[in-house]
């Protein structure tokens, strides 16, 4: 659990920071965890070994593998399925969908932004 002082501050201003501190926590520590499954999922998945494919990066809510192109289209779509459907260890899927785009044209990082 995170420590926030300032929401108990008799200073309105902190007392507003500490509120949206408390609520802005969970909310990116559940962001975090939903990217940390699918990165797993993606770095374990037996289609993308297979197709010669591995994760090398993520970088907050993206991720960035390397392998060969002549696969590149199909690699993409296990990550796409591995990123909208993260769930592991049981956990029930989201009542909202989860969204992923991307592309598998780009030599680099820098390219595809």
């Not at 939903?34 to 070994?49: E, G």
């Not at 296990?78 to 769930?87: G, R």
Request: charged share 20%; net charge negative; aromatic share 8%.
């Amino acid at each position: 659990y995170r420590q926030i002082p300032d929401a108990k501050s008799s200073r309105m201003k902190l007392q507003g920071q500490g509120a949206r501190a408390a609520i802005n926590t969970p909310i990116q520590g559940g962001a975090a965890d939903v990217a940390m499954m699918a990165m797993n999922k993606i770095n374990s998945s037996p289609k993308l070994k297979a197709l010669g494919w591995i994760l090398l990066l993520q970088i907050h809510d993206e991720v960035i593998l390397e392998g060969p192109e002549e696969t590149a289209e199909e690699a993409f779509q296990e990550v796409l399925q591995c990123m909208q459907e993260p769930w592991v260890f049981g956990l029930d899927k989201t009542v909202v969908p989860l969204l992923v785009d991307g592309s598998f044209n780009h030599k680099t990082w820098y390219d595809a932004k």
